[in-house]
């Protein structure tokens, strides 16, 4: 169950182009790369009609402080998804 009072951020995964095998690899990848914690809800989608992006789509309002926090952990998610992808697509070039 996801808890309200956490950050909620949605990983949404690039997935165009590739076949239903590379997909599942993608998104083990990417699932190997980030870290949870207690502090986040994490939900991960593929999609195929756009590209990778991380999104925080949490209802609570934030302090100025906390969001700047958030915005980190966006930037860094964001790099660790970006980087998991470009490891799967070495290894299978």
Same mark, same amino acid.
Not at 3 to 32: A, M, R
Not at 62 to 82: A, D, F, M, N
């Given at each position: 169950? @996801?808890?309200?009072? /956490?950050?909620? +951020?949605?990983?949404? *995964? ?11 690899? +993608? ?6 790369? &980030? /870290?949870?914690?207690? =502090?986040?809800?994490?939900? +991960?989608? #593929?999609?195929?009609? =756009? ?5 925080? &789509?949490? #209802?609570?309002? @934030? ?8 915005? %980190?952990? &966006?930037?860094? @998610?964001?790099? /660790? *998804?970006?980087?998991?992808? %470009?490891?799967? %697509?070495?290894? %299978?070039?």
């Amino acid at each position: 169950m @996801l808890d309200k009072d /956490k950050l909620f +951020i949605v990983v949404y *995964v690039g997935v165009h182009g590739f076949g239903d095998q590379t997909v599942l690899e +993608i998104l083990e990848n990417v699932v190997s790369h &980030i /870290k949870y914690d207690d =502090s986040v809800n994490t939900l +991960i989608i #593929p999609t195929r009609d =756009s590209e990778t992006r991380v999104e925080c &789509i949490n #209802p609570v309002l @934030l302090t100025e402080e906390q969001y700047e926090e958030t915005r %980190k952990r &966006i930037e860094s @998610l964001t790099e /660790k *998804v970006e980087e998991a992808i %470009k490891t799967l %697509k070495e290894n %299978k070039g």
